[in-house]
């Protein structure tokens, strides 16, 4: 049953964009003038002074959220947000440079007034909005790093009262000669106090602790709070307006609780997103300057200027229909061309991969390696499901020329993308595609001898190493069989640049897996130096995987082929437990939340009624499936996902595309929340070993088989 849960969405924040971008046109229009100027001074002195520290407050919730929290705080959101701003502002600017030459703003301007247009005021009156966000957010994140965000909060208040003090109770401060020095100073620098430094910290603050705590208040004393101060702030207006003490009319000490009683109101209200309204909204802010512009010159070439701009409800009724037609145009023409981006990459199901944890592993296991032995990184079955191309550019960005690969096609893939260096194929290649070796430079491994009689047979020149068989019986040709490696080492077309093994039980610690394991690096030593016995240059030499770095680093040669360990996992969970601390995962798996709802006691879930809810619960679903990777085994409990830092274990079957979780001991999940199924979230981490365990397989398996569908991102 799907019945309504008190969930977070943001539609209402979304609705009232439209209605306070309105306002901000009523601001600078003055509709009731005409009627009565007391009437007009209500609306946009008073009510209209909501809509710009609601854009403030919304600002705050969605790019300061991580300011309560606990723990690092992350700014590759805040900073991309700066910079689309700082993008947008400098947008803004060039667009209003005619009109403010035009309108007569820059006459005998100095540099120093451009500096404090450019910083407090903006270059257009509407303007200042933009840097006062950028230093507002920027003051935010500064303060936070020394102290507590209660300490911030108290920051924030004391720079409002002290704009206050310089805007709507200016008349009173006046009065007081020492201090207002320093104010007929500071006005010097900026024109007003309702800037970055005194104005929006607060309002992003509050809007940021509105987010937060969500459901601080119930709907009805919301209500009663906002119907109560805001009669208190229209007194307040009135008060000061009436006795002659406001400079500017921006700042009201009730704006506060007005603030955060309606911001608590439309939190609660419980109607979708519309994402169109948010760029609708803000491309009327950022237009209708230009439009009461153009409705003055229109007025004065139709002759109506008597009709048009002496009746100001006309006025304004005119300026927001030629906003909304222009913000209309641009918002879809802005939708057409987002339309025809990718869509985003964390839309449902998606792969992060971690930099800075490859590089780590690339440097804890080459300190773990004697100085002559490089990395061979194996990049195979999509580099462990990690992304073949994201992965070995990067490892080409660290100085990695060596890799290795299972197919052609894995290696033809790698040079597309443009991947420097040698790339060894480990396995089998048709005879028939031996060219393609050739065209895309790749290294081939000589798996027997049979295969090497069909690489001579092919007549070409070929680069490739030799496999040999040191007791897995796998691939390679036997060690002990000296006379056949002669042979191959004489074959005219081959340039034969290295010579490797494998081993097959050096991830084990006890006496039989260590004996063994010396034993074919023995055979592999003897062989060597009877080849170099009979005359025959040795190439590159190669014995090590993941495991053998880590067990015998030592007896590394030229190369070592790492694979699992470099993608900061080792394959069981025991293991893993072991190198925690020296290798870093590199991979998170994340799935959005498709949809939450309630069961009742009683009722199924999923395919097949596996799945009989005991009691009143909360579910949600999760849209990754076992096409994604994610192991069916894991279906009826024997998995978790993260969700909000806490463990919810699946419920049900795994259905091909999504799977059901037991959200009901996790508050506030929300759809299109973020499930964690490999990685961190809050202080808890499931990793591809423990996956791999409960699924009854090995970190490799899990992770190779991650699916095509997934996107994977760079983080
Ligand atoms: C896959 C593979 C490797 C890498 O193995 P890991 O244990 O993941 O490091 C190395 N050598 C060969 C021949 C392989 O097939």
Redesign the pocket.
């Given at each position: 049953m799907d019945k309504k849960n008190n969930c977070c969405k943001n539609g209402g924040l979304d609705r009232f964009r439209l209605a306070a971008s309105f306002l901000v046109i009523a601001i600078h229009t003055s509709p009731l003038t005409t009627i009565s100027t007391d009437a007009d001074f209500f609306l946009t002195r008073i009510l209209a002074r909501v809509a710009v520290p609601f854009f403030f407050m919304v600002t705050g919730q969605f790019i300061l959220s991580d300011i309560f929290k606990k723990g690092k705080i992350k700014y590759s959101r805040v900073f991309y947000f700066l910079k689309k701003t700082c993008f947008v502002y400098g947008f803004c600017i060039l667009l209003y440079l005619p009109i403010g030459i035009y309108a007569g703003y820059y006459e005998n301007i100095t540099i120093y007034e451009v500096i404090k247009l450019l910083i407090f005021d903006g270059t257009f009156y509407h303007l200042w909005y933009f840097p006062a966000c950028i230093m507002g957010i920027l003051l935010i994140i500064m303060l936070r790093r020394f102290i507590s965000p209660a300490a911030v909060m108290a920051v924030c208040f004391l720079l409002y009262a002290i704009g206050l003090m310089g805007d709507s109770y200016y008349g009173l401060t006046s009065n007081i000669p020492a201090i207002n020095k320093i104010y007929m100073e500071a006005f010097t620098i900026f024109s007003y106090t309702r800037n970055g430094l005194f104005f929006s910290p607060v309002f992003l603050i509050l809007g940021t602790w509105s987010g937060y705590t969500r459901n601080c208040f119930e709907r009805k004393n919301a209500f009663g709070g906002l119907i109560l101060s805001f009669s208190a702030m229209t007194a307040e207006g009135f008060f000061l307006h009436i006795n002659d003490l406001q400079r500017h009319d921006s700042m009201y000490i009730m704006l506060i609780p007005v603030m955060v009683f309606l911001y608590q109101l439309l939190l609660k209200w419980d109607i979708s997103e519309n994402r169109f309204a948010r760029r609708f909204s803000a491309q009327i802010y950022i237009i209708h300057p230009a439009m009461i512009v153009l409705v003055r010159m229109l007025g004065r070439l139709s002759g109506l200027t008597d009709f048009i701009t002496d009746n100001s409800i006309i006025h304004y009724l005119a300026v927001v229909l030629l906003s909304v037609l222009t913000a209309f145009i641009s918002a879809l023409l802005s939708d057409f061309f987002r339309s025809k981006e990718k869509p985003d990459p964390k839309g449902r199901a998606w792969i992060e991969i971690s930099k800075t944890a490859l590089e780590q592993n690339v440097r804890f296991l080459t300190s773990n390696l004697p100085g002559t032995c490089s990395l061979m990184p194996?990049v195979?079955a999509n580099a462990?499901g990690h992304g073949a191309v994201i992965i070995s550019k990067e490892l080409n960005h660290l100085g990695i020329k060596n890799f290795?690969v299972?197919c052609l096609n894995e290696g033809i893939q790698l040079r597309k993308n443009q991947i420097k260096g040698d790339i060894l194929i480990?396995g089998y290649t048709d005879p028939k595609q031996f060219d393609l070796l050739r065209r895309y430079n790749l290294t081939q491994a000589v798996l027997d001898s049979t295969y090497a009689h069909q690489l001579r047979q092919y007549g070409k020149p070929l680069k490739v190493h030799l496999a040999i068989d040191t007791g897995m019986h796998r691939l390679g040709t036997a060690a002990q069989n000296i006379d056949s490696l002669c042979d191959i080492m004489q074959i005219k077309n081959l340039k034969i640049q290295g010579i490797f093994t494998?081993l097959c039980a050096s991830d084990g610690i006890d006496k039989k897996s260590r004996d063994f394991t010396r034993m074919q690096l023995h055979i592999f030593d003897h062989m060597i130096s009877v080849l170099r016995s009979k005359g025959y240059d040795i190439p590159k030499t190669h014995v090590l995987?993941?495991?053998g770095i880590l067990n015998y680093p030592h007896l590394a040669e030229d190369y070592a082929?790492?694979?699992?360990?470099?993608y900061g996992v080792l394959?069981t969970y025991e293991d893993n437990k072991h190198y925690y601390e020296v290798l870093s995962p590199v991979l998170s798996l994340k799935a959005r939340i498709a949809s939450v709802r309630n069961l009742d006691k009683g009722e199924y879930a999923g395919y097949g009624l596996d799945f009989k809810s005991t009691e009143k619960m909360h579910i949600a679903i999760l849209s990754i499936g076992y096409a994604d990777g994610l192991p069916r085994n894991l279906s009826n409990m024997k998995g978790y996902v993260l969700i909000n830092g806490r463990r919810a274990p699946i419920i049900g079957r795994i259905c091909m595309d999504m799977t059901l979780v037991d959200i009901s001991n996790i508050p506030d999940v929300c759809s299109g929340d973020i499930a964690v199924i490999i990685g961190h979230s809050g202080q808890d981490y499931i990793s591809a070993a423990e996956v791999a365990a409960a699924s009854g397989t090995i970190s490799?398996e899990i992770l190779s088989r991650l699916g095509e569908r997934l996107e994977r991102i760079l983080v």
């Open positions: 194996a195979k462990y290795c299972a480990l494998h995987a993941s495991y082929r790492a694979g699992i360990a470099l394959s490799n």
